[in-house]
C-alpha cells in the first residue's frame, strides 16, 4: 500500500488543482448534479488543506467497511482471483467478468501511477545524492497534468523498473514474498525518519485555517487519496499461497489498513505542519518540502524509502493482477496461456502480462493524476460489489462456514456501498466516461471469447 500515493498525492490533495474548469468533463460528478454547467467555471478541486489529515481518515473508515466485507469472503472462499472469483461465486459469470475486468484495468493504472512517481523520485536521488542529471527527454511522462505536453518522450526509469519487477515476479511467490518483506521495513524506516525528524519544524500556523475549503475540501481530498490505500484487496489475491487463510486473510487485510492509516495521518500532518498546503501540489512534495527546509540529509532517507516504498507497490499490484488474469483464465474467460505453464499456473499470467503489456503500456507517458482517477473508480467498483456479495451470501447461503463475519450486517456493507458511490462521485467526469469505456470493450471481448469458451457454459451445455 505505501507507494507513490503518501509520498505524491498528499501534496495534491492538500493544494489541490487550481487551474479552473474548461470543460465540463473536467468537473467533479457532484458538483455537475448540484450545479449543472454553473460547474464549468467553478475551481476544478479545492484542496483539503491541512485537513488532509481528516481525508485521510475518511478514506480509512470507507475503506475499513470494505475490508471487513473483503475479510469474510475471503475467509469464505480461499482462492485467487480476489473481488473476481467472489463475484463469480455471488452473482454469476456475467458480474465476474465484469469486476475481473475492471480489477485488470485497477491493477494496470496502480501501476502506471506508482511508476510515474518512482521516475520522480528517483531523479531526486539521483540529483541530490549522485549529482546525476537524466536527459530531459527520458526522465519525466509525456503528457502531464491539464494534457500539458512536457517535451519528454519516454519515461526511461519507469519502463526499466516494471521490466525488473516482471522478472523477480517470474521466478516465483516466495522470492517475490522475501523482496517485498525487506522493501516495506525499509519504507516503513522512512516514514518515521520524516516524521520524528521533521516533527521539530512543524509550524502550527501553517495549520490555520485548518479547512480552508470546508467539508467538501476534506471530501475531495478523500476522493484523491483513496488511491494510496489501493493495496489491502490484493492480500485476498494470495488465498491460495496462505497457510492458513479463514485466518491470516482477515488478519492481514484490516491490520495493513489500520497500520497504514496511521503513518498516513502522521506523515499529513507533519508535512502541511512543515510547508504553507498552497505550495504542496508537485510531483514531490515531502521532498521539495524537506529542501526548502535545508533537512537533505533527511531528504534522501525519504527520497529512497519511496523509492523504496513504489518498488514494492509495483511488486504487488504486478502479483495481484497476475492472479486475476490467472483466475479468468482457469475458467475459460481468457486464452488457456494464462493459465498453462510448465514452471506453475500464473508463471505464464506473469510473463506474458510483463513482457506484452508493461512493454508497451506503462511507461509513464501521462501524468499521475490521470492514472490515479482511473484506478480509484475501479476499485470503488470493486469494494461495492464484494460489499454486495456479503449481503448475498448471507441470504443464499447463511449456514456456510465463516471464520469471519462483518459486524452489524447487512448494516455495514450497506454503508460500504454508500460511502464508495460518495467519492466515486467525487471523481471528474471524464473518469467515469474512460471507465465504461473499458467496460464497453471488455464486454465485447466477453461477447466474442468469454462466453464460447467459459468452463461453467460448457459443463451446463454438457
Known sequence: MIGSGIFILTGTAAAGETVEVRSILKAQVWDLLLHGSNAVSTIGRPGAGPAISLSFLLTALVCGFAALCYAELASMIPIAGSAYTYAYTTL????????GWDLILEYAVSNMA?????????????????HVHLPHAIAEPMIAAGYRYTGSWFNLSAFVILM???WV???????????????????????????IGAARAVNTANWHPFMPNGFSGVLTGAAIVFFTYIGFDSVSTAAEECKNPQRDLPFGIIMTLVV???????????LTGIAPWKTLNNA????????????????????????????SS????????????????????????FFQSPQGPPHAARQHLGGRIRCRHSRGDLDIDTFADLSNIGTLF???????????????????KRSFRVPGSPYFPILSIVCCLVLMMGLPLETWIRFFVWLGIGLLIYHFFGKKHSLLRTAADG
Open 92 to 99: 454469476g459469470e456475467i458480474f465476474a467478468w465484469i469486476i
Open 114 to 130: 506508482v511508476a510515474v512517481g518512482f521516475s520522480a523520485y528517483l531523479n531526486d536521488v539521483l540529483e541530490n545524492v549522485f
Open 164 to 166: 525488473i519487477l516482471t
Open 169 to 195: 515476479l517470474v521466478r516465483g511467490a516466495k522470492e517475490s514474498a522475501g523482496a517485498n518483506n525487506t522493501m516495506v521495513t525499509i519504507k516503513i524506516i522512512a516514514i518515521l525518519i520524516f516524521v
Open 260 to 270: 497504514c492509516a496511521v503513518l498516513y495521518i502522521a506523515v499529513a500532518l507533519v
Open 284 to 311: 514531490a512534495p515531502v521532498a521539495e518540502a524537506l529542501k526548502s527546509l535545508g533537512f537533505n540529509g533527511i531528504r534522501q532517507w525519504v527520497s529512497v524509502g519511496a523509492i523504496v516504498g513504489m518498488i
Open 314 to 337: 509495483l511488486l504487488v499490484f504486478q502479483y495481484g493482477q497476475a492472479r486475476v488474469w490467472f483466475a479468468m483464465s482457469r475458467d475459460g474467460l481468457l486464452p488457456p496461456f
Open 382 to 400: 470493486a469494494f461495492i460489489v464484494v460489499s454486495a456479495g456479503v449481503i448475498i451470501l448471507r441470504k443464499t447461503q447463511p449456514d456456510r
